[in-house]
T-cell receptor
Framework: ETGVTQSPTHLIKTRGQQVTLRCSSQSGHNTVSWYQQALGQGPQFIFQYYREEENGRGNFPPRFSGLQFPNYSSELNVNALELDDSALYLC?????????????FGPGTRLTVL | GESVGLHLPTLSVQEGDNSIINCAYSNSASDYFIWYKQESGKGPQFIIDIRSNMDKRQGQRVTVLLNKTVKHLSLQIAATQPGDSAVYFCAENYMNRDDKIIFGKGTRLHILP
């Protein structure tokens, strides 16, 4: 296990609703990245948070937003859910203090939008 | 545009044989490459990485080869075991930018008894 935890494990929402997913980073890690993984695809980078600020963003609309807290945990918020938002959402933690290191992934949150 | 892709979506290998998973990337500016293993119901797990100033790196039972001339990356798994069954992703990163990792679509590795 990587020490990265995510909650909830599964979630079902309907179109137009809003969702908040949570991630606790591995102890000592100060950076959290979020990815969306559609079925049968590789993970797609959504954004990264470092020192409570967004530090890089992928090709996702503004209705995807996030937060990082002083304890380095993070939230991913998605507004106005669409059917295509159904996916596995992964967070990964890493430590910029040590330079570019491997990212440790959590087990993911499976989101289904009906 | 940026893309990291794989040549084959599935690969079946006899237990005990060596496995070779291939990957092509399109961006010559990529300077860091990673292989991940993803088992069912789990997040991707780091296997091995390689920087663009190297052409080979070995780990425990795994070897990554990088050919920058043809923009090709491969993962070799020696003496494949049932526990190696998973989806394998190659990924690229730009070390001088943010830590955005670009994943390919993945190759499913089946181990035959």
């Amino acid at each position: 296990e990587t020490g990265v935890t995510q909650s909830p494990t599964h979630l079902i929402k309907t179109r137009g609703q809003q969702v908040t997913l949570r991630c606790s980073s591995q102890s000592g890690h100060n950076t959290v990245s979020w990815y969306q993984q559609a079925l049968g695809q590789g993970p797609q980078f959504i954004f990264q948070y470092y020192r409570e600020e967004e530090n890089g963003r992928g090709n996702f609309p503004p209705r995807f937003s996030g937060l990082q807290f002083p304890n380095y945990s993070s939230e991913l918020n998605v507004n106005a859910l669409e059917l295509d938002d159904s996916a596995l959402y992964l967070c990964a933690s890493s430590s910029k203090r040590e330079g570019l290191n491997e990212q440790f992934f959590g087990p993911g949150t499976r989101l289904t939008v009906l | 545009g940026e893309s990291v892709g794989l040549h084959l979506p599935t690969l079946s290998v006899q237990e005990g044989d060596n496995s070779i998973i291939n990957c092509a990337y399109s961006n010559s500016a990529s300077d860091y490459f990673i292989w991940y293993k993803q088992e069912s119901g789990k997040g991707p797990q780091f296997i091995i990485d390689i920087r663009s100033n190297m052409d080979k790196r070995q780990g425990q039972r795994v070897t990554v080869l990088l050919n920058k001339t043809v923009k090709h990356l491969s993962l070799q798994i020696a003496a494949t075991q049932p526990g190696d069954s998973a989806v394998y992703f190659c990924a690229e990163n730009y070390m001088n930018r943010d830590d955005k990792i670009i994943f390919g679509k993945g190759t499913r590795l089946h181990i035959l008894p």
